[in-house]
């Protein structure tokens, strides 16, 4: 029963990582590897950009030109790392297909050449085990990413409104005047002896805008309680 069990969870497991795999149409491989000296050295990188275009996928290495947009959105494409295990004896080399968090989904089988020379023995090692990749049965499955992109943009947009919502319009011996440019409200900080402390009135609630390691925060009473809200104030 044991066995029966291992068995169908070794299924099911494959079948889900096989079907993340097909969500990806593009592929991005690295011109250098961790392990070389110079871009493309033994011709590894361009040998698998050249299989995984014959499988059907939109390959690039880093070095080439990139279509336009290509990098503004990192998780509609697969990444290709290369991970060596070889000796005195033997060139070994196998790849990971990563997922833009990291995730492995699928990892070649190790390539293996005795040859002495390194470039064919690499050359020889990489296209054994990329041929492996064979065994991912990959099908591009259609997969659109637009919406998932359309949201990340809308999301880096709104982090910069509020990184930049609250500027400083005026600075004199006593104050800041801070600016909110998104609904026009005015805070005057009042300086203090010290410069991580403003007395300020907000909101008709009087307080103090006090920085935290780098963050800044208008502390004041709440009932009989002390609260506190973040501010992004751009001094």
Known sequence: MKKIVLLLLTV???QGFAQSLNDYKTVLIPAKFSFQKEENQYRINATVKMYLKQKGFDAYLSSDKLPEGF???NCNKLYVNAITEGNMFSTRIKF??????GN???TTDLGESREKEYATAYNLATIEAIK???????KYNGRDFDEEIIQAKLKEMNREVVTETKVVTEKTELFYKVTD???GENMILYKTSNPSVFLTTFK???GMV???DTTWFFEFIDGEKVSAEKIDVNF
């Open 210 to 212: 006090v920085r935290k």
């Open 12 to 14: 099911i497991s494959f």
């Open 132 to 138: 492996t990749f064979d065994k991912a049965n990959y």
């Open 71 to 73: 990098m503004e959105y």
């Open 204 to 206: 008709n609630r009087s």
């Open 104 to 106: 492995v989904l699928f």
């Open 181 to 183: 440019k998104l609904s």
């Open 96 to 101: 990971e297909f990563k997922d833009c968090k």
